[in-house]
Nanobody, 121 residues
């Protein structure tokens, strides 16, 4: 299974960006898809997670500004980021959690390579 993120970049404070994540491979189901971020010198933190049923959870720091969505049929996830702040600057990673794969009874977690988001003040 491979995850590919896109949509990062440089934006001024108050601006918007939309991140995309596409999962490919012998995927039967992806129970949860999420976005995490890691700023320099800090631990990776959860930004937003959405279940296959559409239930979403957000970090307090992004509530009301970020929106996560997904397309189960296409195994894609998106993060719409509005009112961006300099403290949102980080590498953003897509995660596919509890992934069921054809031919296996186990579930797996997968990570993308990350995409840089930089918000200038």
């Amino acid at each position: 299974v491979r995850l590919v993120e896109s949509g990062g970049g440089l934006v001024q404070a108050g601006g918007s960006l939309r991140l995309s994540c596409a999962a490919s491979g012998d995927i039967f189901i992806i129970h949860a898809m999420g976005w995490y971020r890691q700023a320099p010198g800090k631990q990776r933190e959860s930004v937003a997670v959405i279940t296959s049923g559409g239930l979403a959870n957000y970090a307090d720091s992004v509530k009301g500004r970020f929106t996560i969505s997904r397309n189960n049929a296409q195994n894609t996830a998106y993060l719409e980021m509005n009112s961006l702040k300099p403290e949102d600057t980080a590498v953003y990673y897509c995660n596919a959690g509890r992934v069921g794969i054809y031919g296996s009874d186990a579930v797996y977690d997968f990570w993308g390579q990350g995409t840089q988001v930089t918000v200038s003040s």
